[in-house]
């Protein structure tokens, strides 16, 4: 039998491939045979990450919230099979304290940041017989988390987007979304630091409480979750909501 989950000769991009989800997102499929196009904003991180994966990786400088940046970044991408848009930034109040400069922060790259890499990326996708996208959405966009206003409104059109592209596209190209729930990844060490510096290892607690199995989840669960949904193994899953939060939404 043929291994599965193998992507040999194929192309995908990941943005914000350079830490967390995104690095090791990057690893899985380099690992399965792709060619990886790590995407970020410190070109530096992903050139380093693009020489330990091997395969013909390389590190892609990009601002997901400017149409520059992202005509930029494609100009010399002439294949591509794969796009996983995992690029995200986080927000913390309710609607009372997001301040509208806040709120535009966040809509650009969680929501203008996808859109614009996607449109982007859409004439390789389709030109490719495997074409596929996946977003990487949230548990705030699914369910109300208290103090994350913003980023429950950004998470909640990613998934909306999935959808939709789902439904024009079905038949040229798969577009499905995961939804992990609280990650163990730098994202939460900076929200730690910026919040809780105080009082890090007792709120890190409280993080671990939260999830019902009693831990954060791993960049690696969701990575491979990532390639799951890039292989052909997956050709039959369009317009997916994938959970891997420990439980959260089930309760």
């Keep these: 039998m ?38 970020d904003l410190n070109r530096d991180a992903a050139d380093k990450l693009a020489v330990e ?3 013909g990786a390389s590190g892609v400088a990009i601002d997901v919230s400017y149409p520059a940046s992202v ?19 986080g927000s913390v109040g309710t609607i009372e304290e997001c301040a509208h400069e806040e709120w535009s922060r966040v809509m650009r790259v ?8 996607t449109q982007a990326a859409l004439p390789l996708l389709l030109a490719s017989p495997h074409g596929a ?3 990487i959405g949230s548990v705030a966009g699914l369910v109300g988390v208290k103090r994350r206003f913003a980023y429950c409104a ?16 079905s038949g040229r190209l798969r577009v499905n979304c995961i939804c992990p729930g609280t990650v163990d990844t730098p994202f939460v060490e900076a929200y730690l630091e ?7 290892e007792e709120t890190r607690a409280q993080l671990n409480a939260r999830q019902p199995i009693g831990r954060l989840g791993k960049p690696v669960e969701i990575a491979h979750m990532a390639l799951y949904l890039c292989s052909d193994e997956a050709e039959f899953v369009q317009g997916a909501t994938l959970e891997i939060d420990g439980g959260w939404t089930a309760l």
């Design 71 to 89: 005509t930029a970044a494609f100009s010399k991408i002439d294949q591509l099979d794969y796009l996983v848009n995992n690029a995200g930034v």
């Design 154 to 169: 950004s998470k909640g059109a990613v998934v909306a987007m999935t959808r939709q592209l789902a439904a024009d596209y």
């Design 133 to 135: 996208v996946v977003n």
């Design 53 to 55: 994966v091997g395969g």
């Design 2 to 39: 043929t291994q599965p989950f193998r992507l040999d000769g194929r192309r995908a991009l990941v943005t914000g491939g350079a830490s967390g989800i995104g690095e090791q997102t990057v690893r899985a499929l380099a690992q399965a045979g792709a060619q990886v196009f790590i995407a």
């Design 194 to 200: 910026k919040y809780h510096a105080h009082e890090k």
């Design 110 to 117: 969680n929501i203008d940041g996808p859109f614009l890499v």
